[in-house]
C-alpha cells in the first residue's frame, strides 16, 4: 500500500477531472502557538477521514490520539477511499480533518505548480487549495518516491545518488508503475534533470510485489519505491540521493477544515509533527503489513511511549 | 460522451498510432501470438485428456474437478505467484493463460465424447474396430462439433485475459489499457478496451466459419 493510490482508484484515476484550483482561500501558516485564524473551534468534537492505504490509516489515528489527550473529542472514519473522495468529504462537511501529504496534495489542487521545495509548497498549497480548506505546519516524517537500488548493483557501478547514473547510461533497467514513464518524477525528469537515459524501462506496478520481486532477483536495475516502504530496510536497498531535487518532498501535512482549526488542534499536531520520524512511521506500517497489528493500537502505543497521550 | 468517441474515432485511425513499437499493429500481433501459443499449448494438453477420459470413463470425476478448480483460479494472482517464483519472464503470462484455457477444452472434448450414443460405439466394437480406431473414427467425429466449441471458448477467453501480459511488462492490446489508466488517458484505455472485443468476436467468427466449412454435410 502506498501513497500514489490516494491519487485515485484505477477507474476513479481514468475519469477524473482535475480539481479546480481556487485561490480565495490563503490562511495564516503560524503553527504551533496562539489563536488560530478564522475562529475555528475544535469544541464540537473533529471528525478525521483516511485514505484507503495502511500508513494514511495510522496517521488518522496518531492524531486521534494527540487530540484524545489534549481533550478534543474525535472520531475516526478510517479507509474512506481516494482522494477524489476525501476531498469533497472535507470540503462539505463529513470530515474535518485528514492526514496528506504535500506534494501529492499540492499536485491534486494545482496540478501545474513546479514547487518541489517544502517551504515553498506550504505557500502554493495556502494559495492553491479551496476556501474553507487549509494546511497545517508540515511534520519531519515523510513518504516520497524513491529510486532505490539493490547493495549489490550499488557497489558494482558505484551508484549513491541520481546522479551517478547518468555514468551507466544504456546499461540499466528501470522498472515503475506504467504511469512513471510519462511522469517528470519518472524517466522523464530523470533525463532532464540529470541526463539519465535506462537501457529499458518494465512496467510492473508502483511499490508492490512486482517491482520489488524484479528488484529482488535482478530483473531490473532501478526500482521506484516509496520511502516509508519497510522492504528497502529489510532487504539493505539503498535508496539514491537526489541532488537536484528532482523529486518533490512528500512530508506529512494535516489539511483541516477551518472551522475547526483552533490552537488546541494547531499545537497538538505540530507536537506529533516534530516528533514522528520517517523511520517511526515505516516502523509503524511495518507492524500493521507485517505483523498484521490494528492501527489504532499501532498508533496508540507509539502515542502513549512518545509522551503525546497520557 | 460525444466529444469522447470522436477521440476514440480519431486514435484508431491515426496513422501515427498503427505503427512503430507502441503502434496498434505491433501490439495487435503480440496480442495474437500470446493468444494463439496460450490456446494452442492448452489444446496439447487438453484435448488428449479430454479424448483419455472421454473414451475410458475413467477418472473424468477427478478431471472435471481439476479443470473447474482451474477455472476458479484468478488469474492475476496466478500471475502474481508465477512471477514470484519465476522472476520476469513470459512464463507467468503463459501459465496463467493456458491455465485458463485447459479447462474449457477438456470439459467440451469430455461432454462430446460423452454425447455419442453408446449404441454406435458398440457397433463400431462389434464390427471387430480396435479402440484406436473406436475413437479416431467414431468418437472424435463424431464429438467434433463440441470440441470446436471448446477450443473456442478457450481462445476468446484468452484473448480477453491476454491483456495481463501488459501488467507483468510486456506488449500486446493490454499496454493502452494499463498504460492508459495509469496515465489517466481514457481515450487510450478505451481504444485497447475496443481492440480486444473486435479480435476476440473476429477470431471467433473465423473459427465458426472455418467449423462450419469442415462440417457441412452434418448439422453442427
Given at each position: 500500500m502506498n501513497r500514489r493510490t490516494l491519487l485515485g482508484g484505477l477507474f476513479a484515476a481514468a475519469s477524473v477531472p482535475a480539481l479546480a484550483a481556487c485561490s480565495s482561500g490563503i490562511t495564516s501558516l503560524d503553527g504551533g502557538s496562539g489563536a488560530g485564524t478564522g475562529g475555528g473551534s475544535s469544541k464540537s468534537g473533529i471528525t478525521i477521514g483516511t485514505a484507503n492505504f495502511t500508513e494514511n490509516q495510522v496517521l488518522g489515528y496518531l492524531y486521534a490520539a494527540v487530540l484524545d489527550a489534549?481533550?478534543?473529542?474525535?472520531?475516526?472514519?478510517?479507509?474512506?477511499?481516494?482522494r477524489e473522495i476525501l476531498?469533497?468529504?472535507?470540503?462539505?462537511?463529513?470530515?474535518?480533518?485528514?492526514?496528506?501529504?504535500?506534494?501529492?496534495?499540492?499536485?491534486?489542487?494545482?496540478?501545474?505548480?513546479?514547487?518541489?521545495?517544502?517551504?515553498?509548497?506550504?505557500?502554493?498549497?495556502?494559495?492553491?487549495?479551496p476556501a474553507g480548506l487549509q494546511v497545517l505546519p508540515y511534520g519531519r516524517a515523510e513518504d516520497s518516491d524513491a529510486f532505490a537500488v539493490t547493495r549489490e548493483t550499488a557497489e558494482k557501478y558505484g551508484l549513491a545518488?541520481?546522479?551517478?547514473?547518468?555514468?551507466?547510461?544504456?546499461?540499466?533497467?528501470?522498472?515503475?508503475?506504467?504511469e512513471v514513464k510519462t511522469r517528470e518524477v519518472g524517466v522523464v525528469g530523470l533525463k532532464e534533470v540529470y541526463g539519465v537515459e535506462f537501457k529499458e524501462f518494465k512496467s510492473l506496478d508502483s511499490s508492490g510485489p512486482l517491482v520489488k520481486?524484479?528488484?529482488?532477483?535482478?530483473?531490473?536495475?532501478?526500482?521506484?519505491?516509496?520511502?516509508?516502504?519497510?522492504?528497502?530496510?529489510?532487504?539493505?536497498?539503498?535508496?539514491?540521493?537526489?541532488?537536484?531535487?528532482?523529486?518533490?518532498?512528500?512530508?506529512?501535512?494535516?489539511?483541516?477544515?477551518?472551522?475547526?482549526?483552533?490552537?488546541?488542534?494547531?499545537?497538538?499536531?505540530?507536537?506529533?509533527?516534530n516528533v514522528l520520524t520517517t523511520a517511526d512511521l515505516t516502523e509503524l506500517n511495518r507492524q500493521v503489513d507485517k505483523d498484521k497489528k490494528d492501527p489504532e493500537d499501532v498508533a496508540n502505543a507509539y502515542a502513549e511511549k512518545k509522551g503525546l497521550a497520557a | 460522451m460525444y466529444e469522447l468517441f470522436k477521440n476514440l474515432g480519431d486514435w484508431l485511425v491515426s496513422g501515427e498510432q498503427w505503427s512503430g513499437s507502441d503502434g496498434i499493429g505491433h501490439r495487435l500481433a503480440e496480442h495474437l501470438q500470446y493468444s494463439l501459443l496460450a490456446t494452442l499449448v492448452a489444446a496439447a494438453i487438453a484435448l488428449p485428456l479430454g479424448l483419455l477420459i472421454g473414451h475410458t470413463g475413467r477418472g473424468a470425476f477427478l478431471a472435471i474437478n481439476l479443470a473447474s478448480f482451474g477455472r476458479a483460479l484468478p488469474t492475476v494472482g496466478l500471475v502474481v505467484l508465477v512471477f514470484l517464483a519465476s522472476g520476469l519472464s513470459m512464463w507467468p503470462v503463459y501459465v496463467a493463460l493456458v491455465a485458463l484455457a485447459v479447462p474449457a477444452i477438456v470439459t467440451?472434448?469430455?461432454?462430446?465424447m460423452t454425447a455419442v450414443d453408446p449404441d454406435v460405439k458398440d457397433a463400431a466394437r462389434g464390427q471387430g474396430m480396435r479402440w484406436h480406431q473406436v475413437l479416431f473414427q467414431v468418437e472424435l467425429p463424431l464429438a467434433l462439433p463440441l470440441i470446436m466449441t471448446g477450443l473456442r471458448l478457450a481462445l476468446i477467453q484468452v484473448v480477453a485475459t491476454a491483456t495481463i501480459a501488459a501488467y507483468v511488462s510486456f506488449g500486446g492490446l493490454g499496454r493502452y489499457v494499463f498504460d492508459g489508466l495509469a496515465q489517466r488517458d481514457l481515450v487510450q484505455v478505451l481504444g485497447g478496451a475496443v481492440l480486444v472485443a473486435v479480435v476476440a468476436v473476429a477470431l471467433d467468427l473465423a473459427l465458426s466459419a472455418l467449423q462450419r466449412a469442415l462440417f457441412r454435410h452434418r448439422p453442427a
Open positions: 489534549a481533550g478534543v473529542k474525535t472520531t475516526v472514519r478510517p479507509n474512506l477511499g481516494t476531498i469533497p468529504a472535507i470540503k462539505g462537511g463529513d470530515i474535518d480533518l485528514l492526514p496528506e501529504y504535500q506534494g501529492a496534495l499540492l499536485h491534486y489542487v494545482d496540478p501545474k505548480s513546479k514547487a518541489t521545495e517544502e517551504g515553498e509548497m506550504q505557500n502554493a498549497l495556502a494559495m492553491a487549495l545518488s541520481l546522479a551517478d547514473l547518468k555514468k551507466q547510461n544504456g546499461k540499466l533497467v528501470m522498472g515503475a508503475a506504467p520481486g524484479a528488484l529482488k532477483k535482478g530483473d531490473v536495475d532501478v526500482a521506484n519505491l516509496f520511502t516509508t516502504d519497510t522492504d528497502i530496510q529489510e532487504n539493505q536497498w539503498v535508496v539514491l540521493t537526489d541532488p537536484e531535487n528532482l523529486i518533490p518532498g512528500q512530508h506529512i501535512v494535516p489539511l483541516i477544515a477551518d472551522r475547526r482549526a483552533d490552537s488546541t488542534v494547531r499545537k497538538a499536531l505540530a507536537e506529533l509533527g | 467440451n472434448t469430455y461432454a462430446g
